[in-house]
């Protein structure tokens, strides 16, 4: 492997208290290392910036809903194709890119590994193959476990048996992590029994509530000490008033590690019975609970003006956007596991509920005291796609242009987030580094990555040093994956085939006779050919060790 | 006799993985039972030996001439199409479309309306869908909609919860003017000709709005729906093939849309083939595109039209065949002399493992209990493209 040194940088590595600091930064076989040989190749980094490759902790980019939205909408990529060159595979853009244009674009953008944050474990084979095909970026999935029938048998049983039966379907799937998405909702929606109002309503048939789910499989997320905590997309999302049911469900897992997905989208004001009129932003009460808990983190999910395509395991969410009129809807039924809704969608500034959406994004961003604990996201493509986090950066970095932006959205909803109260917060680079790469890679337990010390992955990102901040995170100088440069000047020059990256947490043998049999009444897959065993699904991959293996 | 298994069976898009397979002398017999799955392990395991790795214009070959002459014919076209995939793994399609994608092919999965599948009706208005075990767990009436998959799909009704015995109670609906298998197990059914098929699909959404329609059939069937809170309307060629298909594959999901306002209602694609879910799902995340796409101009174009089929002079194969046999082949048309170069490979599911999507999407492994020495056609079309790129 080549040898690098990357010379004369200001170097942003907050994970080691480096800010800014003009200093070497050398990279040999895959790692960052103390010192290279004299012949290794110089990167002169004078007046750029250098970073580790950044880290997306919460995105959709592989899998079966995924790809019915590319189904969809193809008039989504018509218009943005690309094309086949010596080392590139063709692809599509769009807002819902193909996997390979996905690898290449996050690829462009300094971005060096990310997350799927909701897989039907009983699509494993299909999220494995498309990530397989997703190159030049690390990747993780999450499996979907809020709305399991099996895992509500347990829970009814008792729980004994949870914690192992987390760590098996971990085995099983490859999967990274443990993802709950409106735990006990789904499983009503696809009852014919709406949603859930509160962590206490039952789920028909099973005599579970959300509140027992959240605690039985946080519980055993905590107690595996998976390198990520159990990763929640709460009930309600999108409701007014939804911010009790997320404080709820914060309170519920009090003391156990947690990560909010997509916090925006669950911090509304005002009871479910007002007019959408009246929603209003409570995200200065759930920031001021975070502060208090140094235990739970989130993700923002950032909506910005444009095109998007929401697609979600909370089907009923997706239900309500078709009866507000939307052209296009998918709704799609997980046996056992879960469901599945796609709308494609538009957030117009003039609009009351998307301006007021974006603010009180942006009031997650700029009245969080604590950048490790609020990291950015756009739940891409359900707030717009991670193309736009440039833009997004210039938003935080940069408070002429957004007060510029703000101007432009609808006023009467402005006036109801604090963001006309002269807040005139301006990220650093720093901060910007942790909350796209240090915070992110730490919170997944990736102790090799978000980083520039000794020992990390030699995932490295140089920006040019501009003062439009938006132009220098979409085109950075240079971006190095695994030690090699993928990246140079904006074009891709080398494929990296990227790493599945998984968790494999041991387990009782003895759950699976407790499972063998529930799968035999519930699915119609075989309990014996469940787990994904090929090879060339499943390697290569790095196997990220639980705290608790 | 030789008894292998549980294995998955690509017999059908339902690949049932529960299946014994047991082979003697009088033949291949499965448990449980299904004549479609007999007889397509019967024609994979009880293939001739005898047959050549390859054969070029007729002539006896080994693979690597016959990989050299593909590679030839596929570098001289001016309009090649990579199409088949009834068998094909999710391996084969991945490759499949790597190659095509190098040399500027048009791909056709099969999947969507019509010979050529350039009208699907989900990407105007998209769909409500479900995998199996959701129908049979929660279904209490299943309409299908001009399908007989007591001989196409033959263990789907059981699949489904609504099999010999079943307790589930669900009703069984099927709309057909022919005496089918499945029409003679209905609990209702409406017989009307396929020509009114729109006709009927847009009376039941008017019925559904609480308008009257003059019929009692339709009446009866929209009163069976609004009784229940689930139901699943499962369709295939016999509404979506011909002239009109997407309207009707429309007016379907149109109607299906509107009667979710007020209950749950999904709807389930019947795929015959076991490869075409799986190819379809690949050619989408490869390109964004389902269905069909053309590389011609060095990306991905969404294929709608027939057009582009005029000018084809080389097709690649991608198994199986007329005589359903595994391979690859390549043909140089018009006409000529046929089949120019023919590559046998191993028969996914009996002689080679890889994954299938169930036409429900649901992915699968296909085992391989009787595994032989014949090449998979993803390594194959992975040497073809080495070849091609020499």
């Known amino acids: ?549 | 006799m030789a008894e292998l298994g549980p294995v998955t069976c690509a017999g059908c898009g339902l690949l049932c993985d529960d299946v014994t397979v047991e082979s003697s002398s009088e033949g291949v017999r499965l448990s449980p039972e299904c004549a479609v799955g007999a007889r397509w392990f019967s024609e994979r395991m009880r293939r001739d030996d005898r047959a050549p790795a390859a054969t070029v214009d007729g002539e006896v070959t080994d693979v690597e001439s016959a990989l050299r002459r593909a590679a030839e014919l596929l570098r001289g076209a001016r309009r090649p199409l990579v199409h088949g995939f009834e068998g094909a793994t999710v391996e084969d399609a991945r490759a499949a479309v790597a190659l095509a994608d190098r040399i500027g092919a048009l791909v056709s999965t099969g999947a969507g309306a019509g010979p050529w599948p350039g009208a699907p009706a989900v990407p105007l208005r998209g769909a409500s869908t479900a995998t199996l075990g959701e129908i049979r767990d929660r279904s209490q009436l299943v309409v299908i909609w001009r399908e007989d998959p007591e001989s196409t799909h033959p263990r789907l009704l059981e699949r489904l919860g609504l099999g010999a015995g079943s307790l589930s109670g669900a009703a069984l609906a099927v709309i057909d003017d022919r005496d089918t298998a499945t029409a003679g197990r209905a609990d209702v059914r409406l017989s009307f000709p396929r020509e009114r098929d729109l006709e009927a699909l847009t009376s039941l959404h008017v019925l559904q709005r609480g308008l009257a329609v003059p019929s009692d059939d339709l009446n009866g069937l929209i009163e069976r729906v609004r009784s229940v809170p689930h139901t699943a309307f499962v369709y295939g060629p016999g509404l979506t093939d011909g002239a009109g298909g997407q309207r009707r594959a429309l007016a379907l999901h149109e109607l299906v849309r509107a009667l979710c306002h007020e209950r749950h209602v999904v709807t389930l694609e019947l795929l015959f083939t076991p490869g075409t879910r799986g190819a379809d799902d690949v050619l989408a995340w490869q390109t964004g595109y389902g269905g069909a796409v053309d590389f011609a101009g060095g990306h991905p174009e969404f294929v709608t039209a027939t057009g582009p089929l005029e000018d084809v002079d080389v097709t690649l194969l991608v198994e199986p065949g007329p005589a359903r046999v595994a391979e690859i082949a390549l043909r140089s048309l018009p006409a000529g002399p046929g089949v120019e170069v023919w590559i046998r490979t191993a028969a996914a599911g009996v002689s080679a493992a890889g994954t299938a999507h169930r036409l429900d999407g649901v992915p699968l492994t296909l085992q391989a209990p009787e595994p032989d020495d014949a090449p998979t056609a993803a390594a194959l079309l992975a040497r073809l493209l080495d070849e091609v790129q020499r």
Not at chain 1, 222 to 238: F, Q, S, Y
Not at chain 1, 432 to 442: D, S, W
Request: charge should be negative; charged fraction near 25%.
């Open chain 1, 1 to 549: 492997m080549t040898a690098i040194r990357i010379s004369g940088g200001a170097v942003h590595d907050p994970a080691n208290d480096v800010d800014g600091e003009i200093r070497d930064v050398c990279l040999e076989d895959g790692k960052v290392v103390a010192d290279v040989g004299p012949d290794a190749r110089r990167i002169d980094a004078r007046g750029m910036v250098v970073m580790a490759g950044g880290v997306d902790i919460h995105a959709h980019i592989a899998g079966p809903k995924v790809n019915a939205a590319r189904k969809l909408s193809p008039e989504d990529r018509r218009g943005d194709p690309l094309d086949r060159t010596e080392i590139l595979r063709s692809g599509t853009g769009g807002v819902v890119p193909s996997t390979f244009a996905t690898g290449y674009r996050y690829s462009l953008l300094g971005y060096t590994t990310v997350v799927e944050a909701a897989a039907p474990p009983l699509a494993a084979r299909h999220v494995l193959a498309e990530l397989r095909d997703t190159p030049m970026i690390d990747k993780a999935f999450l499996i979907l476990m809020g709305n399991n029938q099996v895992l509500f048998d347990l829970i009814r049983q008792g729980g004994e048996r949870i914690k192992d039966a987390v760590a098996w379907w971990l085995e099983a799937t490859g999967g990274y992590g443990v993802k709950l998405v409106n735990p006990g909702g789904v499983e009503r929606f696809k009852q014919g029994n709406g949603n859930v109002d509160s962590l206490d309503d039952e789920v028909a048939g099973f005599e579970v509530t959300p509140r027992q789910i959240l605690e039985a499989i946080g519980g055993a997320v905590d107690e595996l000490g998976l390198p990520h905590p159990v990763h929640i997309h709460a009930n309600n999302l999108g409701v007014p008033g939804n911010a009790e049911v997320t404080l709820d469900t914060m309170r519920t897992l009090a003391g156990r590690q947690a990560h909010f997905a997509h916090l925006q989208f669950h911090c509304y004001g005002a009871p479910p019975s007002q007019p959408v009129g009246q929603l209003r932003s409570r995200a200065p009460e759930l920031l001021e609970y975070l502060s208090d808990h140094p235990e739970i983190t989130a993700d923002v999910g950032q909506v910005m003006f444009g095109p998007a395509v929401t697609m979600t395991a909370d089907a009923p969410v997706s239900a309500v956007l078709r009866d507000l009129g939307a052209d296009k809807w998918i709704n799609h039924d997980t046996e056992v596991e879960t469901g599945c809704g796609i709308v494609p969608y538009r957030y117009r500034a003039g609009n009351y509920v998307h301006a007021l959406q974006w603010g009180i994004g942006l009031e997650l961003f700029l009245l969080g005291q604590n950048p490790w604990q609020v990291m950015l996201s756009t739940d891409h493509p359900n707030g717009g796609s991670f193309l736009s986090y440039p833009k997004l950066i210039r938003l935080l970095m940069d408070r002429a242009f957004r007060d510029d932006q703000i101007g432009r959205a609808n006023r009467r909803a402005i006036r109801r987030t604090a963001l006309l109260d002269g807040l005139d917060r301006e990220y650093t680079l720093n901060e910007i580094a942790i909350i796209t790469r240090a915070a992110p890679a730490r919170r997944l337990g990736l102790s090799d990555k978000g980083h520039l010390g000794i020992g990390a992955d030699a995932d490295v990102t140089i920006y040019h040093d501009r003062a439009d901040r938006e132009e220098m995170f979409a085109t950075p100088r240079y971006v190095i994956k695994d030690g090699e440069v993928v990246v140079e000047e904006g074009e891709l020059r080398r494929v990296d085939e990227g790493m599945l990256l998984s968790c494999r947490p041991g387990f009782d043998p003895e759950v699976e006779r407790v499972l063998e049999p529930l799968f035999g009444e519930r699915y119609t897959m075989s309990f014996e050919h469940y787990p994904v065993r090929d090879p060339a699904l499943r390697e290569p991959a790095r196997v990220v060790e639980a705290r608790g293996s």
